[in-house]
């Protein structure tokens, strides 16, 4: 169960892994690159440290349920690909809207200009 929960996430991670800078540098403005990708850092810490206790309870919850407390940790491969799955979900979610306002070469994200984004044909450029 083990191994056949890691050959499952590997390419789950791969493919997010592969798709989240590049998916950025296409969603967010470059005007504001930085303070998104600051929160986005902020969030995902905060995420963590509470996932981290939620994880905990979930197996607390699975050893009290199965009345043994070493076998609670079989779970958590269950637990990680759960939630891989559902990321992965959100992701193709989140391209297919891409890609129905505009993609590569239009997409512009509410409230600001076409100035403000970064495209696949063109360099990021230093404003000194």
Do not use: C
């Not at 800078?21 to 986005?40: A, D, E, H, T, V």
């Not at 197996?59 to 559902?86: C, D, S």
């Not at 297919?96 to 239009?106: M, Q, S, T, V």
């Amino acid at each position: 169960m083990l191994l056949a929960s890691y050959l499952l996430s590997i390419p789950l991670l791969g493919l997010y892994a592969a798709a989240e800078i590049p998916m950025f540098m296409r969603l967010l403005p470059k005007s504001r690159y930085g303070q998104f990708s600051s929160s986005n850092a902020l969030i995902r810490a905060i995420f963590a440290i509470i996932s981290g206790f939620v994880a905990g309870a979930f197996i607390y919850a699975i050893a009290r349920l199965t009345g043994n407390h070493e076998r609670a940790y079989r779970f958590v491969p269950v637990w990680a690909l759960f939630f891989q799955a559902l990321a992965a979900v959100f992701l193709v979610m989140l391209f297919l809207a891409w890609r129905r306002h505009g993609g590569d070469d239009g997409y512009i994200p509410p409230g600001f200009t076409a100035d403000d984004m970064i495209r696949s044909n063109e360099a990021p450029q230093d404003h000194d």
